[in-house]
């Protein structure tokens, strides 16, 4: 069993920063895409961002680009999403989240095998 736990959400003001951490229980954690979805009340879960295996490749919807940045600590079996800028509509339940088949980027919820619990981001205006 993978085991995802996220940390690092909570309540900012608009133009305010977060930074949120993913650390996972698997050794084979070098060889996943990770992932960030987000999810609002009442809407569908939203790809946010990616990163390869090797941190090389990271890939972000349009909304966050210049905003969020995806990193990974292999060392550390660590993913994190620094967030600058944050609007009101940032405002989710962030979920990381583990792509298992280690051949590219996954820009789909049924891509990855395995998902955190979510924490909650809440940007205020």
């Known amino acids: 069993q993978v085991q995802l736990v996220e940390s690092g959400g909570g309540l900012v003001q608009a133009g305010g920063s977060l930074r949120l951490s993913c650390a996972a229980s698997?050794?084979?954690?070098?060889?996943?895409?990770m992932g960030w979805f987000r999810q609002a009340p009442g809407k569908e879960r939203e790809f946010v961002a990616c990163?390869?295996?090797?941190?090389?490749?990271?890939d972000y919807t349009d909304s966050v680009k210049g905003r969020f940045t995806i990193s990974r600590d292999n060392a550390k079996n660590t993913v994190y999403q620094q967030m600058n800028s944050l609007r009101p509509e940032d405002t989710a339940v962030y979920y990381c989240?583990?792509?298992?088949?280690?051949?590219?980027?996954?820009?789909?919820?049924?891509?990855?095998?395995?998902w955190g619990q979510g924490t909650q981001v809440t940007v205020s205006s």
């Open positions: 990163i390869s295996w090797s941190g090389s490749s990271t």
């Open positions: 698997t050794r084979t954690f070098s060889n996943y895409v």
């Open positions: 989240a583990a792509d298992s088949r280690g051949y590219g980027l996954a820009y789909m919820t049924y891509q990855y095998d395995y």
